[in-house]
């Protein structure tokens, strides 16, 4: 449920300020790439195995993480906060509704 939150905060601010750049976006595929590489060789250990989705994730935090910082580079975040209240509190009300719903249907 956490990494949910993470990408509904990721896609939130990602949206918000997106920069068409195809540079931006390239660099942050080439990061992730070469990140993702490593953790998959620091999490395989030869006895198990990791699924599609596992893998998938190695890539997509990379990613997320170098991309999030190019689009907010400069706005006036302090970490990942907006400088703008209402932002955040939107942000955090649609995690919250997404948690609520997940407990609701277990």
């Given at each position: 449920?956490?990494?949910?939150?993470y990408?509904?905060?990721?896609?939130?601010?990602?949206?918000?300020?997106?920069d068409?750049?195809?540079?931006?976006?390239?660099?942050?595929?080439?990061?992730?790439?070469?990140?993702?590489?490593?953790?998959?060789?620091?999490?395989?250990?030869?006895?198990?195995?990791?699924?599609?989705?596992q893998?998938?994730?190695?890539?997509?935090?990379?990613?997320?993480?170098?991309?999030?910082?190019?689009?907010?580079?400069?706005?006036?975040?302090?970490?990942?906060?907006?400088?703008?209240?209402?932002?955040?509190?939107?942000?955090?009300?649609?995690?919250?509704?997404?948690?609520?719903?997940?407990?609701?249907?277990?």
């Amino acid at each position: 449920m956490v990494l949910w939150c993470y990408l509904i905060w990721y896609l939130c601010f990602a949206i918000r300020y997106f920069d068409p750049s195809p540079n931006l976006w390239l660099t942050s595929i080439g990061i992730s790439g070469i990140i993702g590489i490593a953790l998959l060789i620091s999490t395989s250990n030869g006895k198990t195995s990791l699924d599609r989705w596992q893998i998938f994730r190695l890539f997509l935090m990379p990613f997320c993480v170098s991309s999030f910082s190019a689009l907010v580079k400069g706005r006036g975040f302090f970490l990942v906060f907006s400088p703008h209240f209402l932002e955040n509190v939107i942000v955090l009300a649609l995690c919250t509704v997404f948690c609520a719903r997940v407990k609701m249907s277990k």
